[in-house]
């Protein structure tokens, strides 16, 4: 009985530690460089280990996204596999393993604050995207 409420303890806490805690909670952001100039903005950011249902999809919090980037900047995603031996990044909507397995994904809205994605077919694995906003 010992045994199996102690069993017990620790699943729990494997749970609550491994749950995600919010929104974009698997995730880190880290602005790499901004660089404000006269007519010139380029903000980059970092997302990792992010997985992307196909139904649910995934919301991508990006403050420094406004309607001015969505109107007449750009917006790119580039998306790689998490496993630390496969370092190319991809450009957005699909991403290439050795295997020949892909994963592809759609965008479901861009507005400002955040971008939705979803995956096509199948959730994905844990996956790193590396997005840029700019503006001119």
Known sequence: MRNLLLLLIVFAG????CGKKEMGGFSTVQPTSSVPGNDLYAKYIHFYNIVIDSANGYSFNLPDLTEGIIDSG????SIRSSLPYLTAWYPFPTYVFPDSSTVTLRRVSEQPGKIVLASVGATTPPMNYFITLSAK
Not at 14 to 17: D, R, T
Not at 74 to 77: D, E, K, L, P
Request: charged share 0%.
């Open 14 to 17: 494997l749970c609550v530690s």
């Open 74 to 77: 750009t917006v790119t995603i």
